[in-house]
T-cell receptor, first 119, second 115 residues
Framework: GAVVSQHPSRVICKSGTSVKIECRSLDFQATTMFWYRQFPKKSLMLMATSNEGSKATYEQGVEKDKFLINHASLTLSTLTVTSAHPEDSSFYIC???????????????FGPGTRLTVT | DQQVKQNSPSLSVQEGRISILNCDYTNSMFDYFLWYKKYPAEGPTFLISISSIKDKNEDGRFTVFLNKSAKHLSLHIVPSQPGDSAVYFCAASAPDGGSQGNLIFGKGTKLSVKP
């Protein structure tokens, strides 16, 4: 099946600094990628939809200037957490859309996630 | 308002028995449903899906049942194995949501399969 990678898998940063997380589709091109955040014992929450070559679409309540998303190519989307604070500590997961010929539908493949800890 | 609900936060089953995970939804526009399995500190892994034109989809030990009138779906795992222990998320998408891939997730059910 399709593979999505994330880098780094874990990152610890100091409060006030910025952190960039990369999401790559390894064996397919993805015009659309998604960024999710998982809070402890809670569901995955969609943060934004990343569209190649255009601005990301953010969900209500997600600060655009804090969570910068760049989808510069068909295989790479980046999420930059700017001026990080301890409350930004979370598990961030990206996903990419691939068209499944067998299903005749779009399948969503998830990356392994990035654990961000802000001290 | 939660559109996809998994009312059981946890489930414990004996190895070899059947595991039944339930999911309810409120939006009648949803037409595609998926189950994901997630281990701690990992991204979700796609397990099985079903479109609204079907009421059952089977893949090996995993079967998903859809009851559209009740807006309810369930995942059956038979026989359950210790390696199945994970958090299972139910997700749904609306028409054209498939092309966008915008899924709405439930809160998950933690399955523990005891040897």
């Amino acid at each position: 099946g399709a593979v999505v990678s994330q880098h780094p898998s874990r990152v610890i940063c100091k409060s006030g600094t910025s952190v960039k997380i990369e999401c790559r589709s390894l064996d397919f091109q993805a015009t659309t990628m998604f960024w999710y955040r998982q809070f402890p014992k809670k569901s995955l929450m969609l943060m934004a939809t990343s569209n190649e070559g255009s601005k990301a679409t953010y969900e209500q309540g997600v600060e655009k200037d804090k969570f910068l998303i760049n989808h510069a190519s068909l295989t790479l989307s980046t999420l930059t957490v700017t001026s990080a604070h301890p409350e930004d500590s979370s598990f961030y997961i990206c996903s990419a859309i691939a068209y499944s010929l067998g299903e005749g539908f779009y399948e969503q493949y998830f990356g392994p996630g990035t654990r961000l800890t802000v001290t | 308002d939660q559109q996809v609900k998994q009312n059981s936060p946890s489930l414990s089953v004996q190895e070899g028995r059947i595991s039944i995970l339930n999911c309810d939804y409120t939006n009648s526009m949803f037409d595609y449903f998926l189950w994901y399995k997630k281990y701690p500190a990992e991204g979700p892994t796609f397990l099985i899906s079903i479109s609204s034109i079907k009421d059952k989809n089977e893949d090996g030990r995993f079967t998903v049942f859809l009851n559209k009138s009740a807006k309810h779906l369930s995942l059956h795992i038979v026989p359950s194995q210790p390696g199945d222990s994970a958090v299972y998320f139910c997700a749904a998408s609306a028409p054209d949501g498939g092309s966008q891939g915008n899924l709405i997730f439930g809160k998950g059910t933690k399955l523990s399969v005891k040897p």
